[in-house]
């Protein structure tokens, strides 16, 4: 069974960034995430994190569109 919720050290894994990187994209809101247990430790749900990625697929292709490949 997959899991639903990942630690932002997965995160940054997957998206092969740094860890305070995957941070920011929480922080700023471009990466939805909750806090959870009494650490306050954040997940980020596995669809949120896919989500995340297909937005940055249509807004690379909508910047070469626009900027040509160059």
Known sequence: MAKRF???TEVSEVLDISSAQAYALVRSGELPAIKVGGRGQWR???TELE???QRMYSQTREFVRSHGED
């Open 6 to 8: 990942i630690p932002l």
């Open 44 to 46: 980020v749900e596995t």
């Open 51 to 53: 989500n995340y990625i």
